[in-house]
């Protein structure tokens, strides 16, 4: 007979990846609240619509959080090289979205 495992065994792996999904939702968020608090002129000059930010901050976080970094960083603007960065905060995003169906 094939033997049935359970979910319900608790491992210091387990307890490692349950830290590693709980970091990748509340970092991002924490960041962009203090970017609120902090450095309000960074997120309305960003972005067009306060709507958007709030948005980003539920849908996806590591997304805006690096698109407004990228945009305050040398211009006005996200220019070459720094789409590759947001589009890794896409991807990002996309993984710490899938970690919910485990």
């Known amino acids: 007979?094939?033997?049935?495992?359970?979910?319900?065994?608790f491992s210091p792996a387990r307890a490692v990846e349950l830290v590693i999904i709980f970091s990748l939702w509340f970092?991002?968020?924490?960041?962009?609240?203090?970017f609120v608090i902090f450095s309000w002129q960074l997120l309305i000059d960003a972005f067009p619509s306060w709507i958007v930010?709030?948005?980003g901050f539920?849908?996806?976080?590591?997304?805006?959080?690096?698109?407004?970094m990228m945009w305050g960083i040398y211009s006005d603007g996200i220019f070459g090289v720094e789409w590759v960065f947001v589009g890794g905060a896409v991807l990002l995003d996309?993984?710490?979205?899938a970690t919910l169906r485990n």
């Open 1 to 9: 007979m094939a033997t049935r495992t359970t979910r319900d065994e």
């Open 27 to 34: 970092w991002p968020r924490l960041f962009i609240l203090g």
């Open 53 to 55: 930010w709030v948005g």
């Open 58 to 68: 539920f849908l996806l976080p590591w997304t805006t959080i690096t698109y407004m």
């Open 94 to 97: 996309i993984y710490t979205w």
